[in-house]
C-alpha cells in the first residue's frame, strides 16, 4: 500500500467558552493518498470547515486542536511552531475559500498578489515569478493573461476571480489543496466549470484535495473517496460508488434521498426530519439518534465508533457484530 | 478624473459662497461697525459719511456680492480694533498657525499610526491595553486643560520649555519661521504635543479598530492560507487597507488642527491667526472675524479636495477602468 499524504488521526477541536468546552470536531480519523479527492459533506454545522481550517493550521483562536494528530507525509503538522506551518501552507498546503469576491486584496493586482506568493515559497527570480504567474493564469483559463495580470480584482467576474484563487492556491505546486466550498458562492451555470477546472487542474499538478460541499452532484462527479460529517463526527467515510450508490449509516441514506432524482415522476427532494443537535445539546448515544428511523435502545445509550464494512467505515451500532448476530 | 475635479471645484465654490454669506452676516448682527469706528464723538455728518464710505447704505444684495468680490481678490477691509487691513493682519500670522499646525499633524499621525497598528496587532496585550486607556483620557480631556498642565509640569516646575511665544523668528521672504532657531524650535514642543493630542488618540484608536477589522476580512485569512510572511500580511496587505478611512478623517482633522489651534494658540499665547481671532472676538471685530471664518472654510475645502485625489491614488477601484472593458464578461 502506497503511503497516505494525509492522516488525520482522532482530530478534537475545541471551543473554549463561559458555559464550558465546546468540542466542535470529535475524534475524526481519515487518510487522503497522493493525488486523491476526498469529498466531504454534511449538514451546515457539521465540522467540515473547522477540520480544513485544523489542517492548515489556522484556526481561529479561541478554536484550538485539543486532540489528535495531523500528519502530512508522515510528519506531524498539528503542533508546528506558527513559522514553520507558514512555510507549509501555501507550499505544501493549497486553500481555496468559498467567496472568490472577497478572498482577494482588493488594492493589489492579480499579478503582484500571485508573484508575491510565488516568491514567498520558491527561490525563483521575480522576472521568473512573474513568469510562472502569467502560466498559471493561462492554465486556469484567463484569456489575454500577459494583461490581465496587471488588473485589480475589481475587473474580473467572480468565476474568473474565483480561477485566480484557484491558481494562487495551485502557485507553488502544493500536494494537498482543502477547498472549502469552492462554488457555494458562484453563479450555478459556471459551478460545474470551476469544480472540472479544479480537478483537471489537480491532477495534471499532483496535487490530492479535500473538498467540502454540499452538493452530492459534485461529490459523485469528482470525489475518489467521501466523508460525510454530523455533528463534527464522522458517520461513514469510504469509496464514492459505495457510499452513493449504497449507504450504510441511516444519515448518509436520508441525504443521498435529498438529491433531486433527475427523470423520476418528480424531482424529490427528501428531508431528514429535524435538524442537527447544537453542539451544546449533543445527544448521549449516537447523535443521530433523535432523528433515526432506525434507532434503537443501544443507540441512546453509547456512542458508536467507525465500522469496517467492506472498504466503508460506518459509525452506526447497526453494523456492530452483536446486533447483526441478534438480526440472524 | 477631470470631470469629477470641475465637479470638485464647482461644490467648493457653492461651500465657499455659503461660508461667506456667513461671514458677511457676522457684520450685519455682530456689533455696529459704525459706532465702533467712530468712538465717544461724532458728528451726524461724519456718521452719515462713514456710513456711505463703507457702502453699508446699499441694498442688501449689492453688500453681499461686493463682500464676496473683495474676498475672492483677499481685501477683507480695515480691522476695527487694529485699523489696519485684515489680509495683511492674518498673512503675518499666517505662518505661526501653520507650522504649529504642520507640526502638530506630523507628531499625531507618526505617533497615532503606529501606535494604532501596534494595538490592532496585539489586541490583547497588556501594552495594547494601557495604550488604549490611556487614549480615552487624550480624547476626552479638554484641549486646555492638557496646554496647562503641560505648561506646570515642563514650564513651571521642571523650566525645560518656554511656556508663551513663539521664541526667535527668521523672516523668510514673507514667511517667518520658528523652525530655524533653537528658540523657535524649542517653543514649538508644547503647544505642538497640546494640539496633536487629540488627533493623535483619534487616529490611534481609528487605525487600530479599522486593523482589527481589516484582520478579520476573508483576504486577509487568504493571505494568510497563502503562508504569506506576518510581515507582508500586516504591513502589505491589511495597513494599506486601512488607509482609505485614515486619509479621510486625518484630512478632516487637519482642518480640525487648524480650527482648533484657537485654544492652544490662546493657552500658549502663540501669536498666531487663532490668537487673533480670539482677540478680535472680544472687540468686535467683525471684519477680522468674517476672514479667519472664511479662511478656515477655505482651508476644510482644500483638504477634502485633496483627500478626495490621494484616494484615487490609494483605490484602484475609483481609477476609470480603462483595460478591463475588454477582459470583462467571458467565463
Ligand atoms: N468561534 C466559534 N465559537 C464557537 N463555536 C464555533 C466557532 N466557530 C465555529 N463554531 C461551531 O463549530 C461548528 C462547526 O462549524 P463549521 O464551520 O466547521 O461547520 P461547517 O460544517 O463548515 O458548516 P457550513 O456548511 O455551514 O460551512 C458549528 O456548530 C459552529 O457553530
Ligand atoms: S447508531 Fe443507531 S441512531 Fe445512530 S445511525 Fe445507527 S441506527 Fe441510527
Ligand atoms: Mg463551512
Not at chain 2, 488642527?257 to 498666531?272: D, K, N, S, Y
Request: hydrophobic share 50%.
Amino acid at each position: 500500500m502506497t503511503q497516505n499524504l494525509l492522516e488525520v488521526e482522532n482530530l478534537r477541536v475545541e471551543f473554549p467558552t463561559r458555559r464550558g468546552t465546546l468540542v466542535a470536531v470529535d475524534d475524526v480519523s481519515f487518510s487522503i493518498a497522493p493525488g486523491e479527492v476526498l469529498g466531504v459533506v454534511g449538514e451546515s454545522g457539521a465540522g467540515k470547515s473547522l477540520t480544513g481550517a485544523a489542517i492548515i493550521g489556522l484556526l481561529e483562536p479561541p478554536g484550538r486542536v485539543a486532540g489528535g494528530e495531523i500528519r502530512l507525509g508522515g510528519q506531524r503538522i498539528d503542533n508546528l511552531p506558527y513559522e514553520k506551518m507558514r512555510r507549509i501552507r501555501g507550499k505544501e498546503i493549497g486553500a481555496i475559500f468559498q467567496d472568490p469576491l472577497t478572498s482577494l486584496n482588493p488594492l493589489y493586482t492579480i499579478g503582484r498578489q500571485l508573484t508575491e506568493t510565488i516568491l514567498t515559497h520558491l527561490e525563483v527570480s521575480e522576472a521568473e515569478a512573474r513568469d510562472r504567474a502569467i502560466k498559471l493564469l493561462q492554465e486556469v483559463g484567463i484569456p489575454a493573461a500577459e494583461r490581465r495580470i496587471d488588473h485589480y480584482p475589481h475587473q474580473f467576474s467572480g468565476g474568473m476571480r474565483q480561477r485566480v484563487v484557484i491558481a494562487l492556491a495551485l502557485c507553488a505546486n502544493p500536494r494537498l489543496i482543502v477547498a472549502d466550498e469552492p462554488t457555494t458562492a458562484l453563479d450555478v451555470s459556471i459551478q460545474a466549470q470551476i469544480i472540472t477546472l479544479l480537478k483537471r487542474l489537480c491532477r495534471d499538478h499532483g496535487a490530492a484535495v479535500m473538498l467540502v460541499t454540499h452538493d452530492m452532484g459534485v461529490i459523485a462527479e469528482t470525489a475518489d473517496r467521501v466523508a460525510v460529517m454530523y455533528a463534527g463526527r464522522i458517520a461513514e467515510i469510504g469509496p464514492v460508488r459505495d457510499v452513493i450508490k449504497r449507504a450504510k449509516h441511516p444519515y448518509t441514506e436520508g441525504l443521498m434521498g435529498s438529491i433531486p432524482k433527475l427523470g423520476g415522476d418528480e424531482a424529490k427532494l427528501a428531508q431528514i426530519d429535524g435538524s442537527m443537535p447544537r453542539l451544546t445539546a449533543i445527544p448521549k448515544g449516537c447523535a443521530f439518534n433523535p432523528r433515526c428511523p432506525k434507532a434503537f435502545d443501544r443507540c441512546r445509550a453509547e456512542r458508536p465508533d467507525p465500522i469496517a464494512v467492506g472498504d466503508t467505515k460506518v459509525a452506526c451500532w447497526l453494523y456492530d457484530d452483536a446486533h447483526k448476530a441478534a438480526a440472524e | 478624473m477631470i470631470a469629477f475635479v470641475i465637479r470638485r471645484l464647482l461644490q467648493a465654490v457653492l461651500v465657499m459662497l455659503a461660508v461667506g454669506f456667513v461671514g458677511f452676516s457676522l457684520f450685519a448682527y455682530v456689533g455696529d461697525p459704525v459706532s465702533i469706528m467712530l468712538g465717544q464723538d461724532y458728528t451726524q455728518e461724519a456718521r452719515q459719511r462713514l456710513i456711505q464710505d463703507l457702502g453699508l447704505d446699499q441694498p442688501f444684495f449689492i453688500q453681499y456680492a461686493r463682500f464676496i468680490a473683495g474676498a475672492a481678490q483677499g481685501e477683507f477691509g480695515i480691522s476695527y480694533r487694529l485699523a489696519r487691513p485684515v489680509a495683511e493682519l492674518l498673512l503675518e500670522r499666517l505662518p505661526a498657525t501653520l507650522e504649529l499646525s504642520l507640526c502638530a499633524a506630523v507628531l499625531a499621525l507618526a505617533a497615532g499610526v503606529p501606535l494604532g497598528v501596534y494595538c490592532g496587532l496585539n489586541r490583547d496585550g497588556w501594552l495594547a491595553r494601557l495604550l488604549l486607556s490611556v487614549s480615552l483620557i487624550g480624547v476626552s480631556l479638554p484641549t486646555f486643560l492638557i496646554g496647562i498642565l503641560l505648561i506646570l509640569f515642563f514650564s513651571v516646575i521642571l523650566g525645560w520649555l518656554p511656556s508663551f511665544g513663539r521664541g526667535d523668528v527668521v523672516q523668510l521672504g514673507g514667511w517667518s519661521t520658528g523652525f530655524l532657531t533653537p528658540t523657535g524650535l524649542r517653543a514649538l514642543i508644547l503647544p505642538s504635543i497640546t494640539l496633536a493630542l487629540f488627533q493623535l488618540t483619534l487616529i490611534m484608536r481609528l487605525v487600530r479598530s479599522e486593523m482589527l477589522e481589516v484582520l478579520r476580512t476573508d483576504y486577509i485569512k487568504f493571505a494568510r492560507a497563502r503562508g504569506l510572511r506576518n510581515r507582508a500580511i500586516n504591513f502589505g496587505h491589511a495597513l494599506k487597507n486601512t488607509l482609505v478611512p485614515v486619509i479621510t478623517i486625518t484630512g478632516l482633522q487637519l482642518g480640525g488642527i487648524i480650527a482648533f489651534a484657537i485654544v492652544t494658540e490662546t493657552v500658549f499665547q502663540w501669536p498666531g491667526m487663532g490668537f487673533l481671532f480670539i482677540q478680535s472676538v472680544q472687540a468686535a471685530d467683525v471684519p477680522v472675524m468674517a476672514a479667519y471664518l472664511m479662511l478656515i472654510a477655505f482651508f476644510f475645502v482644500l483638504i477634502n479636495l485633496v483627500v478626495d485625489l490621494l484616494y484615487y491614488l490609494v483605490d484602484p477601484r475609483l481609477r476609470i477602468d480603462k483595460g478591463a472593458a475588454g477582459g470583462h464578461g467571458g467565463h
